[in-house]
Nanobody, 123 residues
Framework: VQLQASGGGLVQAGGSLRLSCAAS????????VGWFRQAPGKEREFVAG????????YYAGSVKGRFTISRDNAKNTAFLQMNSLKPEDTAVYYC?????????????????WGRGTLVTVSS
């Protein structure tokens, strides 16, 4: 599975961005997609996850109510809509795919990772 993340950029606090994660290759092996982020000097952390078939969603507490994860199975693409952005949301955002739809907050669940896309939120 190859993943291409896009949509990052510079936005003012309170603004919105929509990230996309396009998958290609062995799509049939995807059970879930997750978004993670890594801020400068910090560990990579879970942001949101979605099961590929049922569409169940999971969020980190810090983004719940502001971010929405979704997927378009026909286009093999997952999205992360980010609203009410805060400076602390500044990070490189990564998408990843899992072959098991459980424990999506754990990096170990994910087999394939895309190259990150940088999100910068100015105050």
């Amino acid at each position: 599975v190859q993943l291409q993340a896009s949509g990052g950029g510079l936005v003012q606090a309170g603004g919105s961005l929509r990230l996309s994660c396009a998958a290609s290759g062995s799509i049939f092996s995807i059970d879930a997609v997750g978004w993670f982020r890594q801020a400068p000097g910090k560990e990579r952390e879970f942001v949101a996850g979605i099961t590929w078939n049922g569409g169940s969603t999971y969020y980190a507490g810090s983004v719940k109510g502001r971010f929405t994860i979704s997927r378009d199975n026909a286009k093999n693409t997952a999205f992360l809509q980010m609203n009410s952005l805060k400076p602390e949301d500044t990070a490189v955002y990564y998408c990843a795919t899992a072959t098991y739809a459980g424990g999506l907050e754990y990096e170990s669940r994910y087999a394939y990772w895309g190259r990150g896309t940088l999100v910068t939120v100015s105050s």
